[in-house]
């Protein structure tokens, strides 16, 4: 069975940072996509960020410049470092992984979230 846990969250004031992992295990499949989507109270979920197997990414528009998206393929994990954190940030963020072979492929596997809450 796939897991993807987080880590990372927390309360941060503004103009701070974080870091956020998440770990995929249970699967001898390659996750060719991995990426992280957030959602706030009262809306959408939305796309963060996404990273390919070979590094190629794409950001949300709300977090180009402030957010890096990297992987680490031999340990199954992704990082969201985040800086300049702004309170509109604040959301539960999950960890997200698909098996397609194109960065924009669906989504097989969902992280539970960890809360990232960012106070002005």
């Known amino acids: 069975q796939v897991q993807l846990v987080e880590s990372g969250g927390g309360s941060v004031q503004a103009g701070g940072s974080l870091r956020l992992s998440c770990v995929a295990s249970?699967?001898?499949?390659?996750?060719?996509?991995m990426g992280w989507y957030r959602q706030a109270p009262g809306k959408q979920r939305e796309l963060v960020a996404r990273i390919s197997r070979v590094g190629d990414t794409i950001y949300g528009d709300s977090v180009k410049g402030r957010f890096t998206i990297s992987r680490d393929n031999a340990k199954n994990t992704v990082y969201l470092e985040m800086n300049s954190l702004e309170p509109e940030d604040t959301a539960v963020y999950c960890c997200?992984?698909?098996?397609?072979?194109?960065?924009?492929?669906?989504?097989?596997?969902w992280g539970k979230g960890t809360l990232v809450t960012v106070s002005s």
């Open positions: 249970g699967t001898s499949f390659r996750m060719n996509v």
């Open positions: 997200a992984a698909g098996l397609g072979g194109s960065l924009l492929s669906n989504i097989n596997y």
